[in-house]
């Protein structure tokens, strides 16, 4: 995980494949308790304790979102905060998903 996550995002510019099943699995191995929805996003539900921590998680992940110019989808409830990411514009995975799903990671120390 510690390589992904010293890596940047960087933009999609479009016109690129969206990562294959075998690219997404080799990916996936280097992540910690993210999964790929189809081919299409990779998802995570972070468990707190209250609602103030997982609002202050979630801010952070805004943050982190805003520094690396790109953005997941991000459902904050009582105690539980789900993330969503994938590449918009190619409706579909690249690298940078990974990047930003270790870096969010990191977030919390892991």
């Given at each position: 995980?510690?390589?992904?996550?010293?890596?940047?995002?960087?933009?999609?510019?479009?016109?690129?494949?969206?990562?294959?099943?075998?690219?997404?699995?080799?990916?996936?191995?280097?992540?910690?308790?993210?999964?790929?929805?189809?081919?299409?996003?990779?998802?995570?539900?972070?468990?707190?304790?209250?609602?103030?921590?997982?609002?202050?998680?979630?801010?952070?992940?805004?943050?982190?979102?805003e520094e690396q110019g790109h953005h997941?989808?991000?459902?904050?409830?009582?105690?539980?905060?789900?993330?969503?990411?994938?590449?918009?514009?190619?409706?579909?995975?690249?690298?940078?998903?990974?990047?930003?799903?270790?870096?969010?990671?990191?977030?919390?120390?892991?």
């Open positions: 995980m510690t390589e992904l996550s010293a890596r940047q995002c960087v933009p999609c510019q479009g016109g690129i494949p969206p990562m294959t099943r075998r690219q997404i699995d080799e990916l996936l191995q280097q992540l910690d308790g993210w999964s790929a929805v189809g081919e299409h996003h990779l998802t995570k539900e972070y468990p707190f304790l209250d609602f103030v921590s997982a609002l202050a998680f979630t801010n952070k992940i805004g943050a982190l979102a997941p989808d991000i459902y904050l409830t009582w105690g539980l905060v789900r993330v969503d990411i994938w590449t918009h514009k190619i409706d579909g995975l690249t690298e940078s998903d990974f990047v930003l799903a270790a870096k969010i990671d990191r977030i919390l120390g892991k």
